[in-house]
């Protein structure tokens, strides 16, 4: 090969890492402030049950004694300290657990009542999803703000794609024996040990994040939401198997409590009210029959509010296979509606899987402590990406990596990224804005000082 092919080859792979480098940096600009949030709210929320059991352990906890009360009582008891309508119905999932009584009081609000399963003691009352693991959630997935604000999840999750890819192709070795392939050098006074510190890091718990931001998408506002309805918005959004010809109400499994994503369309059966003679079978008799029927312990159960309303009991452990969601005809007692896991579409399946990962259930405490690991080792690649930009950019300047001398080395680069904003529009939408800010503002700015500096 001839020395000016060589020199053509090697410029047009600097040309390359310096384009990838500069959309590398871009994404990180726009992600990692959220990754940071995200990892920490995420990492909390691996251990919500333990960590709600611990600060809320004067409403949830309780000694363990002979025999329970019924249901009926425990709602009357909820009922008496806090008047209104109870509406749902949880049961203890453990001897030492309390039950939760939801309450609608008169002026609307929705409160969560603790009552002693053995004495029918009222412990206390927060408001509905009111415990901090439930304020940590809303954080995670910024529901606390407006639609638009969540709508950053998808964008943030796109984003983070490819950060990953892009850092892979950057860590890459090019020479043989480079250092800081594996390991890192330098000490932290250094910008190596942090340039070696983010890509090490980064190479171990790329393919999670890969994996936490795919299985995030569901519940994002676009991409989630288009996704949910394609998948599950068909003939009530029962999975198939479990259609069946019964009446179905307007009113969605989703708009009562939460639910499983691949159920949020679903919609509720009726109870038949032919016979004017019937009557409804009461609390205790539905939740006898859904301990017959085997649903989970800690399973809910919605209570009917109009005259064909249904008993739903509904089960989401950890385990995906004890899953289950059920819907008894208030009067007699029928099942109308019986779906588990195992009923769900293979897409459905495919996605409840994964979010069950990400969500640090499906594993028990492994599946928690390799999550915690992974949060834990985002905020560092946040922190070293940080700490390595500050000590690589030029004194009063962004730092902006520079422009690669062949602009045409960022047509297939922008075709991947093309590929990528297709499949999410929102990120597809970012990438645009990111584009014209680059190429309208960023770049002419790096010209002229770059010139200025040859003239």
Known sequence: MSTTSQQTGKRHASDLYRAVWRWHFYAGLLVLPFMITLAMTGGLYLFKDELDALIHADM??????????????????????????????????????????????????????????????????????????WTVRYLHSLKYFEPTARKLIEIAGGWS????????????????????????RGKPKSRTFWRD????????????????????????????????QWANGNNFGYPSGVRV????????LSDQSSTTWSLEQAQLPESSTSSTSMTPMGIDQAVATFDELGLHR???????????????????????????????DQYSGERLLDMSYADYGALGRWLEFGINVHMGQQFGLANQLLFLAVCIAIILLAV???VMWWKRRPEGKMGVPPLPSDKRVFRGLIAILAVGGLLFPLVGASLIVMLAIDWLLIRPLQERRLNSRTA
């Open 161 to 184: 794609i490819l950060l990953v890819l892009t850092g892979l192709y950057l860590w890459w070795p090019r020479r043989k024996g480079a250092g800081g392939v594996v390991s890192v």
């Open 197 to 228: 510190t983010h890509a090490v890091t980064g190479l171990f718990v790329g393919a999670f994040i890969v994996f936490l931001a795919i299985t995030g998408m569901p519940w994002s506002g676009v991409w989630g939401a288009q996704v949910n």
């Open 245 to 252: 010809e019964v009446p179905m109400s307007d009113t969605r």
């Open 60 to 133: 949830k906890r309780v000694a363990v004694q002979e025999a329970t009360q019924p249901p009926s009582s425990l709602i009357s008891a909820a009922l008496t300290a806090h008047p209104g309508k109870a509406v749902k119905f949880t049961d203890p999932a453990t001897p030492e657990s309390s039950a939760e009584i939801t309450v609608k009081t008169a002026g609307g609000e929705r409160l969560a009542v603790y009552v002693n399963p053995y004495t029918a003691n009222v412990l206390g009352a927060l408001d509905d999803r009111g415990t901090v693991m």
């Open 384 to 386: 070293s990406a940080g």
């Open 298 to 328: 800690g399973y809910a159960v919605n209570l009917p509010n109009t005259d064909t309303g249904v008993y739903t009991g509904s089960s989401y452990p950890n385990d995906l296979s004890q899953q289950r969601v059920v819907h008894l």
